[in-house]
């Protein structure tokens, strides 16, 4: 997508040097647009730690260039391995992260190790590709859904939690790709932007991002969701996900099992985009099976952004002393997703649904 007129992606190789990795500091967005460069495992492995960068697809497509990196220092099947295993430990919910390592193991392992370094940086641009393309279907598949919502020139209100825009991916997004097409196709859309604490990847990266796109947004408390719902003030709702298991249940951000709850009781569309790298076929149960992170309780504690004269600084919200949990992720059951867009088209959320667009997947 474009900054300032200027396309980019969420991650590339360093031109001026060939091998060293960029991606956005999203610690700093949108009061800073810092680029950090990355120049081993070490680096990838804080990045994706200190949510420097965050989002499913994104997470995995940057760990494969994290295994590239570790190569370059020492391409033996035993650093191969210990990379592999390190990174895979950064994050536990977003299946995109072992998907990526898994397929870089599997496109080096068999290598000589002289060889793996040059296969390795092809095969985690293969996999950046892969999710730009991927991306842009799945908003092909999206948009007929706001075209549908859209009544005789009538505004269509979406809502969405946390961030799933082209900053979460190597470009276009999940849940946001949709919206960009439809906004580009000229339909009038709106977007109710969840702030999503304890982050607040909504107010901070998806309001930033439909402002740069120049789609019309308003950033939201959490809690406001439901009574813009009662209030038929939300057409569709539309939101990423980090792993979807093979029955259809939805991992994503904490707080979207409450959106898709408010969504069912008052008859408004509960949509959920993801790539074919979200899909975990070997889960059934996602409220029983899918490990939720837990963060640092200081995220809910804490919040950082900017002062009035500029400086970006973290304040305490919470009272002294009162320890805090903080819970990153939250399961949506199945029965209350309207359905599943992907870049195959869009199914119910439901095993049949997603074998008859992935017969291949076991
Ligand atoms: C394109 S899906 C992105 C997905 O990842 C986010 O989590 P985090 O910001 O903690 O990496 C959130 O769950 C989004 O829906």
Redesign the pocket.
């Known amino acids: 997508m474009k900054i300032d007129g200027i396309p980019y992606r969420s991650v590339w190789v360093e031109p001026g040097d060939g091998w060293s990795i960029r991606i956005f500091d999203q610690t700093r967005l949108p009061w800073a647009l810092d680029i950090l460069r990355l120049t081993d495992a070490v680096q990838v492995a804080q990045a994706i730690r200190s949510?420097q960068v965050?989002?499913?697809?994104l997470?995995g497509a940057v760990a494969a260039y994290g295994v590239a990196l570790a190569l370059r220092q020492d391409a033996s099947t035993e650093n191969l391995e210990r990379v592999v295993t390190e990174l895979g430990a950064t994050r536990p919910t977003?299946i995109n992260l072992r998907w990526a390592l898994a397929r870089m193991r599997a496109a080096l392992h068999n290598l000589p190790p002289g060889e793996r370094v040059a296969a390795a940086y092809a095969e985690a641009a293969a996999i950046c590709d892969d999710d730009a393309e991927t991306c842009r279907r799945i908003g092909e598949n999206g948009l007929p859904l706001i075209k549908a919502a859209a009544r005789a020139g009538k505004c269509v209100n979406i809502l969405t939690h946390?961030?799933?825009g082209w900053i979460?991916?190597v470009d276009w997004?999940?849940?946001l790709a949709p919206i960009y097409m439809a906004h580009d196709a000229g339909l009038p859309v709106h977007v109710w932007v969840d702030e999503t604490r304890p982050?607040n990847?909504g107010a901070a990266l998806t309001a930033w991002e439909l402002g740069s796109h120049g789609v019309p947004h308003t950033v939201i408390a959490d809690n406001a969701g439901g009574h813009l719902m009662q209030h038929g003030q939300v057409d569709l709702v539309i939101?990423?996900?980090?792993r979807v298991t093979r029955n259809g249940d939805v991992a994503?951000?904490i707080g979207t099992y409450l959106k898709a709850l408010a969504a069912r009781d008052n008859g408004v569309p509960f949509w959920v985009a993801l790539p074919h790298s979200t899909l975990d076929m070997s889960v059934a149960d996602g409220v029983a099976e899918i490990p939720i992170e837990e963060r640092d309780g200081a995220e809910v504690t804490d919040l950082t952004g900017r002062t009035a004269d500029g400086r970006i600084e973290t304040i305490r919200v919470a009272a002294a002393g009162s320890p805090a949990a903080n819970p990153?992720?939250d399961v949506t059951p199945a029965r209350l997703v309207t359905g599943l867009i992907t870049e195959r088209g869009r199914c119910d959320a439901s095993e049949a649904g997603l074998r008859a667009l992935y017969p291949e997947k076991g």
Not at 54 to 57: I, T, V
Not at 239 to 242: E, F, I, K, L, M
């Open positions: 949510m965050r989002g499913a697809p997470i977003a946390c961030n799933a979460a991916t997004g999940t849940a982050r990847q939101v990423g996900t980090d994503n951000k990153a992720f």
